[in-house]
Protein backbone atom coordinates (compact mmCIF):
# COMPACT_ATOMS: atom_id res chain seq x y z
CA UNK A 1 0.00 0.00 0.00
CA UNK A 2 1.63 3.64 -1.48
CA UNK A 3 -1.41 5.66 0.35
CA UNK A 4 -0.97 8.05 3.14
CA UNK A 5 -0.53 5.86 6.88
CA UNK A 6 -2.06 6.95 9.59
CA UNK A 7 -1.17 4.97 13.56
CA UNK A 8 -2.99 4.47 15.38
CA UNK A 9 -6.49 4.24 14.26
CA UNK A 10 -8.48 4.93 16.98
CA UNK A 11 -6.86 6.11 20.36
CA UNK A 12 -9.18 6.05 23.68
CA UNK A 13 -7.57 8.13 26.41
CA UNK A 14 -8.39 9.44 29.93
CA UNK A 15 -8.38 13.61 30.53
CA UNK A 16 -4.83 14.95 30.96
CA UNK A 17 -3.11 12.31 29.24
CA UNK A 18 -0.57 13.05 26.46
CA UNK A 19 -1.09 11.38 22.94
CA UNK A 20 1.08 10.97 19.92
CA UNK A 21 -0.13 10.30 16.77
CA UNK A 22 2.09 9.20 13.71
CA UNK A 23 1.25 9.46 9.51
CA UNK A 24 3.70 8.20 6.66
CA UNK A 25 2.86 10.45 3.64
CA UNK A 26 3.13 9.05 0.25
CA UNK A 27 6.66 8.52 -0.70
CA UNK A 28 8.67 11.54 -1.90
CA UNK A 29 5.79 13.80 -1.21
CA UNK A 30 7.35 16.92 -0.05
CA UNK A 31 4.59 18.50 1.50
CA UNK A 32 2.32 17.14 4.77
CA UNK A 33 -0.85 18.25 6.39
CA UNK A 34 -2.60 18.28 9.35
CA UNK A 35 -6.42 18.53 9.67
CA UNK A 36 -9.01 17.82 12.46
CA UNK A 37 -12.73 16.72 11.89
CA UNK A 38 -15.15 17.05 14.00
CA UNK A 39 -18.17 14.93 13.44
CA UNK A 40 -20.81 16.13 11.11
CA UNK A 41 -18.50 18.99 10.20
CA UNK A 42 -15.67 19.70 7.29
CA UNK A 43 -11.56 18.97 7.80
CA UNK A 44 -10.09 22.31 9.57
CA UNK A 45 -6.46 22.70 8.74
CA UNK A 46 -3.99 22.59 11.43
CA UNK A 47 -0.29 23.10 10.39
CA UNK A 48 1.52 21.57 7.57
CA UNK A 49 5.18 21.16 6.42
CA UNK A 50 7.38 22.02 3.44
CA UNK A 51 10.19 18.68 4.17
CA UNK A 52 11.08 19.66 7.69
CA UNK A 53 10.42 22.67 7.72
CA UNK A 54 6.36 23.66 9.63
CA UNK A 55 5.95 26.48 7.63
CA UNK A 56 2.31 27.35 9.14
CA UNK A 57 0.05 27.02 11.95
CA UNK A 58 -3.50 27.60 12.25
CA UNK A 59 -5.31 29.55 15.25
CA UNK A 60 -6.36 26.24 16.65
CA UNK A 61 -3.16 24.52 17.08
CA UNK A 62 -2.95 25.63 20.90
CA UNK A 63 0.39 25.53 22.72
CA UNK A 64 -0.50 21.71 24.08
CA UNK A 65 -0.22 20.67 20.31
CA UNK A 66 2.84 19.96 18.44
CA UNK A 67 4.15 18.72 15.27
CA UNK A 68 7.43 17.40 14.24
CA UNK A 69 8.60 16.22 10.30
CA UNK A 70 12.10 15.48 11.74
CA UNK A 71 13.68 13.94 8.46
CA UNK A 72 11.03 15.16 6.35
CA UNK A 73 9.49 11.98 6.07
CA UNK A 74 6.85 10.75 8.69
CA UNK A 75 5.91 13.06 10.91
CA UNK A 76 4.13 13.16 14.69
CA UNK A 77 1.04 15.14 16.35
CA UNK A 78 1.30 15.31 20.13
CA UNK A 79 -1.48 17.02 22.14
CA UNK A 80 -0.38 17.14 25.33
CA UNK A 81 -2.85 17.26 28.32
CA UNK A 82 -5.72 16.05 26.23
CA UNK A 83 -9.25 17.63 26.90
CA UNK A 84 -12.62 16.73 26.17
CA UNK A 85 -13.19 19.24 23.00
CA UNK A 86 -9.80 17.36 21.65
CA UNK A 87 -11.77 14.34 20.53
CA UNK A 88 -12.18 14.04 16.69
CA UNK A 89 -10.53 12.52 13.97
CA UNK A 90 -7.10 13.72 12.95
CA UNK A 91 -6.43 13.82 9.45
CA UNK A 92 -2.96 13.57 7.84
CA UNK A 93 -2.67 14.68 4.14
CA UNK A 94 0.82 14.69 1.75
CA UNK A 95 0.76 16.49 -1.69
CA UNK A 96 3.54 16.38 -4.34
CA UNK A 97 3.82 19.96 -4.31
CA UNK A 98 4.73 21.87 -7.27
CA UNK A 99 3.27 18.87 -9.72
CA UNK A 100 -0.15 16.63 -9.68
CA UNK A 101 -2.16 20.16 -9.56
CA UNK A 102 -1.82 20.90 -5.97
CA UNK A 103 -3.73 17.42 -4.91
CA UNK A 104 -3.92 16.24 -1.53
CA UNK A 105 -4.08 12.34 -0.62
CA UNK A 106 -5.99 11.96 2.68
CA UNK A 107 -5.06 9.18 5.24
CA UNK A 108 -7.49 6.99 7.01
CA UNK A 109 -7.40 9.01 10.07
CA UNK A 110 -6.97 8.73 13.72
CA UNK A 111 -10.03 9.08 16.13
CA UNK A 112 -9.56 10.41 18.99
CA UNK A 113 -11.61 9.85 21.77
CA UNK A 114 -10.80 11.97 25.41
CA UNK A 115 -12.71 10.42 28.51
CA UNK B 1 -10.59 35.06 4.69
CA UNK B 2 -11.58 32.31 2.03
CA UNK B 3 -14.95 30.29 2.59
CA UNK B 4 -16.88 27.58 1.38
CA UNK B 5 -20.21 27.19 1.72
CA UNK B 6 -22.35 24.00 0.96
CA UNK B 7 -26.14 24.82 1.53
CA UNK B 8 -27.23 21.48 1.66
CA UNK B 9 -26.84 18.94 4.29
CA UNK B 10 -28.41 16.20 3.01
CA UNK B 11 -29.52 15.01 -0.50
CA UNK B 12 -30.68 12.08 -2.14
CA UNK B 13 -30.80 10.16 -5.47
CA UNK B 14 -32.46 7.18 -7.07
CA UNK B 15 -29.97 4.81 -8.74
CA UNK B 16 -29.01 5.59 -12.06
CA UNK B 17 -30.69 8.88 -11.79
CA UNK B 18 -28.21 12.34 -11.77
CA UNK B 19 -27.70 14.82 -8.61
CA UNK B 20 -25.99 17.78 -8.35
CA UNK B 21 -24.62 18.81 -5.28
CA UNK B 22 -23.90 22.78 -4.74
CA UNK B 23 -21.14 24.58 -3.72
CA UNK B 24 -20.35 28.69 -2.92
CA UNK B 25 -17.15 29.96 -2.16
CA UNK B 26 -15.43 33.38 -1.74
CA UNK B 27 -11.79 34.51 -2.18
CA UNK B 28 -10.20 37.86 -2.69
CA UNK B 29 -7.53 35.67 -5.07
CA UNK B 30 -7.38 35.30 -8.66
CA UNK B 31 -5.18 31.99 -8.59
CA UNK B 32 -6.83 28.85 -6.82
CA UNK B 33 -8.16 25.78 -7.25
CA UNK B 34 -11.19 24.34 -6.52
CA UNK B 35 -11.98 20.50 -5.28
CA UNK B 36 -14.42 17.84 -4.59
CA UNK B 37 -13.54 15.30 -1.97
CA UNK B 38 -15.99 12.17 -1.19
CA UNK B 39 -15.84 10.39 2.25
CA UNK B 40 -17.23 7.25 2.83
CA UNK B 41 -18.64 6.39 5.92
CA UNK B 42 -15.30 5.41 8.45
CA UNK B 43 -12.73 5.31 5.14
CA UNK B 44 -10.31 7.78 3.87
CA UNK B 45 -11.41 11.51 2.02
CA UNK B 46 -11.17 10.56 -1.70
CA UNK B 47 -10.43 13.44 -4.67
CA UNK B 48 -13.81 12.79 -6.90
CA UNK B 49 -12.45 15.87 -9.23
CA UNK B 50 -10.15 19.16 -9.58
CA UNK B 51 -11.19 22.91 -11.38
CA UNK B 52 -8.06 25.21 -11.77
CA UNK B 53 -9.86 28.74 -11.60
CA UNK B 54 -7.79 29.94 -14.88
CA UNK B 55 -9.01 27.20 -16.78
CA UNK B 56 -13.05 27.80 -18.16
CA UNK B 57 -13.57 24.32 -19.44
CA UNK B 58 -14.98 22.56 -16.99
CA UNK B 59 -13.98 19.42 -15.65
CA UNK B 60 -14.98 16.12 -16.29
CA UNK B 61 -14.04 12.87 -14.60
CA UNK B 62 -15.86 9.81 -15.98
CA UNK B 63 -19.26 10.21 -14.32
CA UNK B 64 -18.47 13.61 -12.52
CA UNK B 65 -18.44 16.84 -13.87
CA UNK B 66 -18.76 20.49 -12.60
CA UNK B 67 -20.58 23.25 -13.17
CA UNK B 68 -17.69 26.00 -12.53
CA UNK B 69 -18.89 29.85 -12.35
CA UNK B 70 -16.85 31.82 -11.49
CA UNK B 71 -17.92 35.12 -11.69
CA UNK B 72 -20.72 33.85 -9.34
CA UNK B 73 -18.12 32.08 -7.21
CA UNK B 74 -19.90 28.69 -7.46
CA UNK B 75 -19.12 25.36 -7.82
CA UNK B 76 -21.49 22.22 -8.51
CA UNK B 77 -20.89 18.55 -9.14
CA UNK B 78 -22.98 16.93 -10.94
CA UNK B 79 -23.12 12.83 -10.13
CA UNK B 80 -24.89 11.02 -13.72
CA UNK B 81 -26.38 7.80 -13.74
CA UNK B 82 -25.94 7.75 -9.28
CA UNK B 83 -24.25 4.05 -8.20
CA UNK B 84 -24.44 2.22 -4.76
CA UNK B 85 -20.94 3.10 -4.11
CA UNK B 86 -21.52 7.13 -4.58
CA UNK B 87 -23.43 7.17 -1.19
CA UNK B 88 -20.99 9.22 0.81
CA UNK B 89 -20.27 12.67 2.45
CA UNK B 90 -19.12 14.63 -0.58
CA UNK B 91 -16.95 18.18 0.95
CA UNK B 92 -15.92 21.13 -1.58
CA UNK B 93 -13.03 22.61 -0.90
CA UNK B 94 -11.22 25.70 -2.07
CA UNK B 95 -7.30 26.07 -2.11
CA UNK B 96 -5.55 29.19 -2.70
CA UNK B 97 -2.55 30.12 -4.39
CA UNK B 98 1.09 30.01 -3.16
CA UNK B 99 1.43 33.29 -1.81
CA UNK B 100 -1.72 32.98 0.87
CA UNK B 101 -0.49 29.28 2.01
CA UNK B 102 -1.74 25.93 1.07
CA UNK B 103 -4.66 24.94 3.54
CA UNK B 104 -7.80 23.43 1.88
CA UNK B 105 -10.76 25.40 2.82
CA UNK B 106 -13.70 22.93 3.67
CA UNK B 107 -17.48 23.30 3.56
CA UNK B 108 -19.75 21.49 5.84
CA UNK B 109 -20.41 18.76 3.79
CA UNK B 110 -23.87 17.12 1.87
CA UNK B 111 -24.45 13.72 2.90
CA UNK B 112 -25.61 12.02 -0.05
CA UNK B 113 -27.53 9.04 -0.08
CA UNK B 114 -28.45 6.60 -2.75
CA UNK B 115 -31.70 4.86 -3.01
CA UNK B 116 -32.06 1.23 -4.84
Known amino acids: DTGVSQNPRHKITKRGQNVTFRCDPI?????LYWYRQTLGQGPEFLTY??????LEKSRLLSDRFSAERPKGSFSTLEIQRTEQGDSAMYLC????WGQGGRIQYFGAGTRLSVL | AQTVTQSQPEMSVQEAETVTLSCTYD???????LFWYKQPPSRQMILVIR??????QNATENRFSVNFQKAAKSFSLKISDSQLGDAAMYFC?????????????FGEGTQLTVNP
Open chain 1, 93 to 96: ASSP
Open chain 2, 27 to 33: TSESDYY
Open chain 2, 51 to 56: QEAYKQ
Open chain 2, 93 to 105: ALLEGETSGSRLT
Open chain 1, 27 to 31: SEHNR
Open chain 1, 49 to 54: FQNEAQ
